[in-house]
């Protein structure tokens, strides 16, 4: 395990909305873990009052994650990721029920409290970005998030779920059936078929030689 070294001063953060096109600069944690790239940062940005309200309404609330690594001075990806994440409310036991489906396969938390399942939906943790091998040393990369709180588009979640149900690692092959959805999806800016939308630029890092 070796964290990996920011090719860049400090970015500050600028200002934006969950709900529009503005992207966030966010400085973020980048480690090899075994033969994986992992990042860690924050989604909370992506919830205002009412999302955070309506947990708990009893109807499921899902966020969409979709990861993209470019390499410094080009506008092509070298890796895609993806995960699923729902909450919801059940009034019979009461508690919040977590479901997650992605790189780090499927997994359910249960908790009691609303702000333990927000803290939980939306945290980055270690999230597997681009296998190592696709990362050379040295090579700058920056990381892209594009986030949405209930997708509209009831096909493309269909076909999210679809994809994931096959994959093994959350990783997207780019000549796939899938691939040229997911960049129009998670990759297009101007795209926001959501409830809420928020766009994660990191700051630009690099794997130093061992």
Same mark, same amino acid.
């Given at each position: 395990?070796?964290? @990996?070294? /920011?090719?860049?001063?400090?970015?500050?953060?600028?200002?934006?909305?969950? *709900?529009? %096109?503005?992207?966030?600069?966010?400085?973020?944690?980048?480690?090899?873990?075994?033969?994986?790239?992992?990042?860690?940062? =924050?989604?909370?940005?992506?919830?205002?009052?009412?999302?955070?309200?309506?947990? =708990?309404?009893?109807?499921?609330?899902?966020?969409?994650?979709?990861?993209?690594? !470019?390499?410094? +001075?080009?506008?092509?990806? &070298?890796?895609?990721?993806?995960?699923?994440?729902?909450?919801?409310?059940?009034?019979?036991?009461?508690?919040? #029920?977590?479901?997650?489906?992605?790189? =780090?396969?499927?997994?359910?938390?249960?908790?009691? !409290?609303? /702000? *333990? /399942?927000?803290?939980?939906?939306?945290? &980055?943790?270690?999230?597997?970005?681009?296998?190592?091998? *696709?990362?050379? !040393?040295? %090579?700058?990369?920056?990381?892209?998030?594009?986030?949405?709180?209930?997708?509209?588009?009831?096909?493309?979640?269909?076909?999210?779920?679809?994809? @994931?149900?096959?994959?093994? +690692?959350? +990783?997207? *092959?780019?000549? +796939? #059936? $899938?691939?040229?959805?997911?960049?129009?999806?998670?990759? =297009?800016?101007? &795209?926001? %078929?959501?409830?809420?939308?928020?766009? &994660?630029?990191?700051?630009?890092? $690099?794997?130093?030689?061992?």
């Amino acid at each position: 395990m070796r964290a @990996l070294l /920011a090719a860049a001063a400090l970015l500050v953060a600028l200002p934006a909305r969950a *709900d529009d %096109d503005k992207i966030e600069l966010q400085r973020m944690r980048f480690i090899e873990r075994g033969q994986s790239l992992t990042a860690t940062g =924050n989604i909370a940005k992506l919830f205002d009052q009412a999302a955070y309200e309506g947990l =708990n309404s009893g109807f499921p609330s899902t966020i969409q994650i979709g990861t993209a690594v !470019y390499p410094r +001075g080009s506008s092509t990806a &070298i890796a895609y990721r993806i995960e699923l994440r729902t909450v919801v409310y059940d009034l019979w036991d009461e508690q919040y #029920v977590i479901h997650f489906e992605g790189p =780090n396969g499927k997994r359910t938390r249960r908790v009691k !409290y609303r /702000a *333990d /399942a927000l803290k939980l939906v939306t945290a &980055i943790d270690d999230f597997p970005i681009a296998s190592l091998a *696709d990362i050379p !040393y040295e %090579d700058v990369f920056y990381l892209t998030l594009t986030v949405q709180l209930n997708p509209v588009s009831k096909e493309t979640l269909a076909e999210v779920r679809r994809w @994931l149900s096959q994959s093994t +690692g959350g +990783g997207l *092959d780019r000549g +796939g #059936v $899938f691939f040229g959805s997911f960049v129009s999806v998670f990759v =297009n800016p101007k &795209i926001a %078929d959501a409830d809420r939308v928020l766009r &994660i630029r990191s700051q630009p890092f $690099f794997r130093p030689k061992p």
